[in-house]
């Protein structure tokens, strides 16, 4: 079992920044992929960011050259940090980890989940 656990949210205003983490439970981090995905009030939740276990990243085309992810495996921790935000970036936002360190887009393939953390983008 892997516990996923995201900080780092808040409201910010547009052209602003955060850092997101999340911090994994378990010995087999550096072994798993990561995703970031988000969810905006009345739509589906979509893929944002994931980087494998080669540390392979690959983003959005919503997001690219604004968000970047990253992982730490000694801190069993990955990031998302979020420059120039929009108001239209403003969602909940989930990590989640793929046990067999594929990177992928496909929020199917994700074996574990996060309870999300709010991020608000004032015009």
């Known amino acids: 079992q892997v516990q996923l656990v995201e900080s780092g949210g808040g409201l910010v205003q547009a052209g602003g920044s955060l850092r997101l983490s999340c911090a994994a439970s378990?010995?087999?981090?550096?072994?798993?992929?990561m995703g970031w995905f988000r969810q905006a009030p009345g739509k589906e939740r979509e893929f944002v960011a994931t980087i494998g276990s080669g540390g392979f990243t690959y983003s959005a085309d919503s997001v690219k050259g604004r968000f970047t992810i990253s992982r730490d495996n000694p801190k069993t921790t990955v990031y998302l940090q979020m420059n120039s935000l929009k108001p239209e970036d403003t969602a909940v936002y989930y990590c989640?980890?793929?046990?067999?360190?594929?990177?992928?887009?496909?929020?199917?393939?994700?074996?574990?989940w996060g309870q999300g953390t709010q991020v608000t983008v004032s015009s």
């Open positions: 989640a980890a793929e046990t067999s360190g594929v990177p992928t887009t496909d929020i199917e393939k994700y074996d574990y």
């Open positions: 378990g010995r087999s981090f550096s072994n798993y992929a």
